[in-house]
T-cell receptor
C-alpha cells in the first residue's frame, strides 16, 4: 500500500517564487490535512479539507492556498515564497467513519526558501 | 483553545533504561489522545492512542494511560532499545473533523 505520497521530497525556492506541493492518498479518506513542522514548534495545521471540493483554514494559513479537486489529492500552493516558509511540510489523511481516528502521514517535503 | 504540553528535551538514555515522557493537555469536550513517533527521515506514524478516560494505549512495549483528573497522557516504556531513538509527539483530537493538535515533540536518543 502506498498510503500517503507527497511530491516533491525536497525543493529549494528563491524568495518570491511559487510552487505547488502535491499530496495523494489511496485509502479513500475523506479528511486531508497540511501541516508544517518547525524546530521547537511541533506540527501546526495550515489548511485542511473534509471532502472533495472543500477546504478550511487551520492555525497558520497565511501565505498558503489549497485545493481539493479530487478526493484523493490535496494540493498546497505557495504563491510568493518567503524565507519564513522554510519548513518541512507533512500531508495527512484520515477517515470520517470513526471520529478522532488515526491520521496517516506522508514522508514530508523539505522546503528551503532562500 | 486546545493545547498539548510536552516535557522539554532532548532525552538521552542508555539501552534498557526506563523511559517516561510527560504530556499534559488542555481541551474542550472529550478529546482522544495520541502518541506519534517520527523516525529519522520519515513521516509520523501512530504509536498508540486512547479515546476515553482511564483507557490505556499500548504498542511495541510503550504504554500511556488517559488520566482525565490530571489531564495527562504520559508515555512509558520499561526497557528502551537503540531502535527507539526517534522524535515523539503527544497529540489530541476533538470534534468531527479529527484535526490533531500536537505538542512540540521530544527527541529521544538511546545509546548502546
Amino acid at each position: 500500500n502506498a498510503g500517503v505520497t507527497q511530491t516533491p521530497k525536497f525543493r529549494v525556492l528563491k524568495t518570491g517564487q511559487s510552487m505547488t506541493l502535491l499530496c495523494a492518498q489511496d485509502m479513500n479518506h475523506e479528511y486531508m490535512y497540511w501541516y508544517r513542522q518547525d524546530p521547537g514548534m511541533g506540527l501546526r495545521l495550515i489548511h485542511y479539507s473534509v471532502g472533495e471540493g472543500t477546504t478550511a483554514k487551520g492555525e497558520v494559513p497565511d501565505g498558503y492556498n489549497v485545493s481539493r479537486l479530487k478526493k484523493q489529492n490535496f494540493l498546497l500552493g505557495l504563491e510568493s515564497a518567503a524565507p519564513s516558509q522554510t519548513s518541512v511540510y507533512f500531508c495527512a489523511s484520515s477517515s470520517w467513519f470513526e471520529v478522532n481516528t488515526e491520521a496517516f502521514f506522508g514522508q514530508g517535503t523539505r522546503l528551503t526558501v532562500v | 483553545g486546545d493545547s498539548v504540553t510536552q516535557m522539554e528535551g532532548p532525552v538521552t538514555l542508555s539501552e534498557e533504561a526506563f523511559l517516561t515522557i510527560n504530556c499534559t493537555y488542555t481541551a474542550t469536550g472529550y478529546p482522544s489522545l495520541f502518541w506519534y513517533v517520527q523516525y529519522p527521515g520519515e513521516g509520523l506514524q501512530l504509536l498508540l492512542k486512547a479515546t476515553k478516560a482511564d483507557d490505556k494505549g499500548s504498542n511495541k512495549g510503550f504504554e500511556a494511560t488517559y488520566r482525565k483528573e490530571t489531564t495527562s497522557f504520559h508515555l512509558e516504556k520499561g526497557s528502551v532499545q537503540v531502535s527507539d531513538s526517534a522524535v515523539y509527539f503527544c497529540a489530541l483530537s476533538t470534534g468531527a473533523n479529527s484535526k490533531l493538535t500536537f505538542g512540540k515533540g521530544i527527541t529521544l536518543s538511546v545509546r548502546p
